[in-house]
C-alpha cells in the first residue's frame, strides 16, 4: 500500500475547493463531470483529498458531531508542522486548535474545512 485518501461529502464544491486551494495550497487535481461538477480531488505533496456533494438530503457529518474524543476525519501527518503553521497562519487560516505538544505524544495543529472536517496536520514527537 502506499496512500490513502479521506472522502468528505461536502455541501458546496467550489466553497470546498476555494478552502483546500487558496487556504492550505493543495492544487485541484480533478473535477468532474463537466459542465457542472460534483466531485473533485485535491492534492499537495502526497497528500490527498476526495470531494463530493451528493444532494441536499446527504450532508457532511464530520467526526466531532458524533463524539468529543474522536475529533479529527483526517490526521495528516508533515515533518515540520511549525512551519506549516506559520504558511498556513500567512494564508489566514483559522486554526481550532492551536500548534501545540498534546497530551498523546504528537506535534501539531488543528484545522477546520469549510464543512467542519477536522484535519490534523503534525507528526510524533
Known sequence: ???VSPFFIVSDLPRALGFYADRLGFEVTLTAPDPEPFFA???RDG????????DDTVQPLPNRTRHPYARWDAFVT???PDSLAAEFAGRGVEFTAPLADTDDGLRGFEVADADGYLLF?????
Open 1 to 3: 500500500m502506499t496512500s
Open 41 to 43: 480531488t485535491v492534492r
Open 47 to 54: 497528500v490527498q483529498f476526495l470531494l463530493k456533494v451528493v
Open 78 to 80: 508533515v515533518p515540520d
Open 121 to 125: 496536520f503534525g507528526r510524533p514527537r
